[in-house]
């Protein structure tokens, strides 16, 4: 019998380890635990006006190597697709205003096009950028981008970009951890333009591929083909199982699982924690104190996702583009829409039989005690009135609607992130046998999560033996299906 290996957490950083894993070594007695009622962590799908669609994660950045090699070792390279060739924009100070050309996440190079979402004496600030000083110290974004370039910059355009990607305060997230690119210059007292002009494309060279990709029907497809291949090689995925504690053995790990009063242990030779944040610092409590202590010092964000099946009628002109993001600074109820059926063909395909468009609303910001605390209700009304306000027609009431809320779903890169992550680092790699991945890491981004179960599968490999002759039984659970997802209920 092979090698055995948990995995703990079914987001897409512990599928991707797990299948890894399992199918460089196919030896491995390999379970996955997982404490949702299915796999797939963020990706997730649900039916809205008859149409499956996603309303977590929905792409990928192209570059992704990691997600390139598993559409194709999970057969979906021909389900790949690019998402239309419209332009999202800026809804703020009551108007609609294209993404302004010329910005790294917003930040501008010295041929920014800013006019529109900044005034004319705003846009005169930013043409006379200044240079702090240089500091080995990290900064928050706001502080490096607004000493620079002026407030308005900060709040009109930046802001609402880094807050689509991380529900975050800029003047909380770290430049070294959530614009690693431009932290050079920030740490050199360089001038930002420069550094954003050099990450920019020559405008004399040839297209660049569209930045993100996603798959025909939704990223969740990616997840679920992930979920079917583990089983297939012989994984097991238990949900409904969460991990409560973690200690060493003589021969490796052991994780358990289930209620006090009816624990399960689960032996292995190696682990791999792919949880958030929080449960992490739980489980590595009693092995290394500091790495405990830096994952429960992140913070984390909660946002909801309201998807929204309209009548056809509504789009009575063509939508402008494929969404727009929201300021803060203009304190509408929500910070992003996208306009799914004219970013995705796929989707306006099925929109189109079912004689509907749909659209999803982002809500919530770190820090954001009252948003969420409203009923679904609210949530879909707020988004249908900012979403008509945005277009400047009223909207009719949806066909069908979803809020999908993630509690706590997205850790916050603040100052000094990446000075944690490099103790929790190295305080794990004192630890054999043991790996983490996730979202708490390198990036709240499929691809980068992608990254960290790489290296994570890498550091597994590396402590396994090349061979087993252990004869002796499975983790001790009372799970008995081999090539199928079971739950902590089935198995009793």
């Known amino acids: ?22 199918r460089t070594r196919p030896d491995l007695d390999l379970v996955l635990l997982d404490g949702s009622d299915r796999p797939g962590g963020k990706a997730r799908r649900v039916e809205v006006g008859g149409i499956g669609i996603d309303v977590g994660a929905e792409s990928v950045l192209t570059s992704s190597t990691h997600a390139a090699r598993l559409a194709d070792e999970l057969g979906l390279r021909e389900r790949l697709v690019h998402p239309e060739p419209v332009a999202a924009a800026l809804w703020t100070r009551g108007a609609l205003h294209p993404m302004p050309a010329g910005t790294f996440m917003g930040v501008p190079g010295s041929s920014a096009a800013l006019a529109g979402p900044l005034t004319d004496d705003e846009v005169a600030r930013t043409a006379a950028p200044r240079v702090p000083a240089a500091s080995e110290d990290d900064r928050s974004i706001a502080d490096a981008v607004g000493a620079t370039f002026g407030p308005a910059v900060v709040d009109r355009v930046v802001e609402p970009i880094l807050g689509g990607v991380y529900a975050g305060r800029v ?54 083909h ?29 994780v358990v699982s289930g209620p006090t009063t009816d624990p399960v242990a689960h032996d292995a030779d190696a682990v791999v924690l792919a949880t958030p944040a929080a449960p992490t610092a739980w489980l590595l409590t009693e092995h290394s104190p500091d790495a405990s202590r830096a994952l429960a010092a992140i913070e984390h964000a909660s946002m909801a996702v309201v998807a929204l099946a309209l009548p056809r009628t509504a789009a009575t002109t063509a939508l402008p583009g494929s969404g727009f993001l929201v300021p803060a600074v203009d304190g509408r109820a929500i910070k992003a829409a996208t306009f799914i059926t004219a970013k995705w063909a796929w989707a306006e395909r099925e929109a189109a039989r079912q004689d509907v468009i749909l659209v999803r609303a982002s809500m919530g910001r770190a820090g954001d005690v009252t948003t969420l605390q409203r009923d679904d209700g609210d949530l879909v009304r707020d988004a249908v009135a900012d979403i008509g306000a945005a277009l400047g027609r009223d909207l009719p009431d949806p066909v069908d609607a979803h809020v999908q809320r993630w509690g706590g779903g997205l850790p916050q890169y603040t100052v000094g992130h990446r000075d944690r992550i490099d103790r929790v680092r190295a305080a794990v790699a004192d630890l054999p046998g043991l790996e983490v991945a996730g979202a708490a890491y390198d990036g709240v981004g499929i691809a980068a999560v992608l990254g960290t179960a790489d290296q994570a599968v890498r550091g597994v490999l590396d402590a396994l033996p090349a061979t087993s002759d252990r004869t002796t039984a499975t983790p001790t659970t009372t799970a008995t299906a081999t090539t199928a997802i079971t739950t902590t209920e089935e198995t009793r």
Request: glycine share 12%; proline share 10%.
């Open 1 to 22: 019998m092979g090698a055995r290996v948990v995995v703990v957490g079914g987001g897409m950083a512990g599928l991707a380890a797990a299948h890894d894993l399992l």
């Open 171 to 224: 003047e909380q997230l770290s430049v070294q951890a959530a614009m690693p690119a431009l932290w050079p210059a920030v740490r050199d007292g360089a001038p930002l333009s420069t550094a954003v002009d050099a990450l920019l494309p020559d405008p004399s060279d040839p297209p660049r591929p569209p930045r993100l990709i996603g798959l025909d029907g939704g990223i969740t497809t990616l997840a679920e």
């Open 226 to 254: 992930l979920t079917a291949a583990i089983t297939a090689a012989g994984g097991r995925i238990l949900t409904g199982t969460l991990a409560r504690e973690l200690h060493r053995t003589p021969t490796g790990w052991r």
